[in-house]
């Protein structure tokens, strides 16, 4: 005669959803830092084209700066080649001159501004290079 107790049975379901529930959850949880490493990675790029095209508004400015001495070159425009296709560019300058016994020099303090996007969206970026140069 063997005896079998009732309250035994069944307990290998109870492991088994537990284990199917652990995984499920792992699972999740892998896809949402997926997801969001993907996402870190596309802003990281977006914010690197961004300064380079910031960076390209503070060198038309110093080229412009450079070629007519004395001007203050401002402007504002949207790029439209390769990487920096979309981005709007925004370059503004002041001037200072400074007298240092008997020579003047005139100070240029650009800012390139260049943003990608409307403000508050999910794909907004904007970066800002400052420049100061004494001619």
């Known amino acids: 005669m063997?005896?079998?107790?009732?309250?035994?049975?069944?307990?290998a379901l109870v492991a088994a959803l537990f284990i199917l529930v652990m995984l499920a959850g792992a699972g999740s949880v892998m896809v949402r830092l997926g997801a969001e490493h993907q996402s870190t990675s596309s802003f990281?790029?977006?914010?690197?084209?961004?300064y380079h095209a910031a960076r390209s508004g503070a060198e038309w400015a110093l080229y412009e700066a450079a070629a007519?001495?004395?001007s203050c070159p401002a402007a504002t425009f949207t790029l439209s080649e390769g990487a920096a296709a979309g981005f709007d560019v925004a370059v503004t300058c002041s001037?200072?001159?400074?007298?240092?016994?008997?020579?003047?020099?005139?100070?240029?303090?650009?800012?390139?501004?260049?943003d990608y996007g409307s403000f508050g969206s999910r794909d907004?970026?904007?970066r800002s290079v400052a420049v100061t140069i004494v001619q």
């Open 44 to 50: 990281a790029l977006l914010g690197a084209r961004a």
């Open 2 to 11: 063997t005896f079998e107790p009732r309250h035994r049975r069944g307990f």
């Open 124 to 126: 907004y970026v904007a």
């Open 95 to 114: 001037s200072s001159t400074h007298v240092e016994g008997t020579t003047s020099r005139s100070i240029l303090q650009i800012e390139s501004t260049a």
């Open 68 to 70: 007519t001495p004395g």
